[in-house]
């Protein structure tokens, strides 16, 4: 059984930082990609940024580049998302999820992802 456990969202002014975490455990990720996607009130489930766990690559969504930075601890099973610069568009609900292929085209789609965790509230105030 997969479990992720998201932690450190938060309230933030805007041009703050927050670090979420999200420790899994469960399975070996060695074939898999891990996501981040964020829902805003009234919106769809969005890309963020996702990581491939076997090389590292990492990918992200427009809006948030050269902002947010996705990494991983291979030894705690925690894929982290550092968020610099933060907006007030980027309040939502975050979540981490695990899509257990690496497909490229399919990474980007919250449908192509099996887990997910339970969702750590971001506020960033203008």
């Known amino acids: 059984q997969v479990q992720l456990v998201e932690s450190g969202g938060g309230l933030v002014q805007a041009g703050g930082s927050l670090r979420l975490s999200c420790a899994a455990s469960g399975r070996t990720f060695s074939e898999s990609t891990m996501g981040w996607f964020r829902q805003a009130p009234g919106k769809e489930r969005e890309f963020v940024a996702a990581?491939?766990?076997?090389?590292?690559?990492?990918f992200y969504t427009d809006s948030v580049k050269g902002r947010f930075t996705i990494s991983r601890d291979s030894a705690k099973n925690t894929v982290y998302l550092q968020m610099n610069s933060l907006k007030p568009e980027d309040t939502a609900v975050y979540y981490c999820?695990?899509?257990?292929?690496?497909?490229?085209?399919?990474?980007?789609?919250?449908?192509?992802?099996?887990?997910w965790g339970q969702g750590t509230q971001v506020t960033v105030s203008s």
């Open positions: 999820a695990v899509y257990p292929r690496t497909y490229r085209r399919l990474m980007m789609r919250p449908e192509s992802y099996d887990y």
């Open positions: 990581m491939l766990w076997s090389s590292s690559s990492t």
